[in-house]
C-alpha cells in the first residue's frame, strides 16, 4: 500500500494542482487570498510526493498530514463562509472576494469543498501509508 498509496497521492496532488492552475492561468480566474494559502498547503506536496514515490519513502506521511490538516482547514473556512456568513468575511479593498463563487453544483460544491474533499483524501490516504509503514 505504501508506493502505491504515494502514487495515488501524486496523482490526487497534481491534478488538484493542475485544476487551480488551469482556472487562474488559462481561464483567468484570480485566486483570493484564502485560495492562495490553499494553494501554498497544496503545491509543496506535488515536489513531496514525487521525491517520496522515486525514493519509495513512506516517511512522507507526517508532513503531508500537516501541510493537508491546514489546507482543510483554510478551504473549509472559506467554504462555509461562501456558503453561510459572505457579509462577515474580510476580503482586500482591492482585489478579488474570497466569498465569490467561481464554481457551485448541487448546493453545496464550490472550489474550496473540492479543495476540503482533496485535503481530507490526502490525510486519510496518509493515514494508512503511515500505518502500513509501520506495521
Same mark, same amino acid.
Given at each position: 500500500m505504501s508506493k502505491r498509496g504515494l502514487l495515488i497521492a501524486l496523482v490526487v496532488s497534481v491534478l488538484a494542482t493542475i485544476l487551480t492552475l488551469f482556472y487562474?492561468?488559462? $481561464?483567468?480566474?484570480?485566486?483570493?487570498?484564502?485560495?492562495?494559502?490553499?494553494?501554498?498547503? $497544496?503545491?509543496?506536496?506535488v515536489i513531496l510526493f514525487g521525491m517520496a514515490f522515486w525514493k519509495k519513502d513512506a516517511y512522507i506521511a507526517e508532513y503531508s498530514i500537516v501541510l493537508s490538516i491546514f489546507g482543510f482547514g483554510v478551504a473549509l473556512y472559506q467554504h462555509a463562509l461562501q456558503m453561510f456568513g459572505e457579509g462577515s468575511l474580510p476580503c482586500p479593498a482591492t482585489g478579488v472576494s474570497c466569498a465569490q463563487r467561481i464554481l457551485f453544483e448541487f448546493g453545496y460544491i464550490t472550489f474550496p469543498m473540492l479543495a476540503v474533499t482533496a485535503f481530507a483524501f490526502l490525510i486519510v490516504l496518509m493515514l494508512f501509508v503511515r500505518a502500513r509503514r509501520t506495521s
Open positions: 487562474s492561468d488559462v $481561464l483567468g480566474f484570480e485566486p483570493c487570498p484564502l485560495c492562495w494559502w490553499q494553494r501554498i498547503f $497544496l503545491f509543496p506536496q
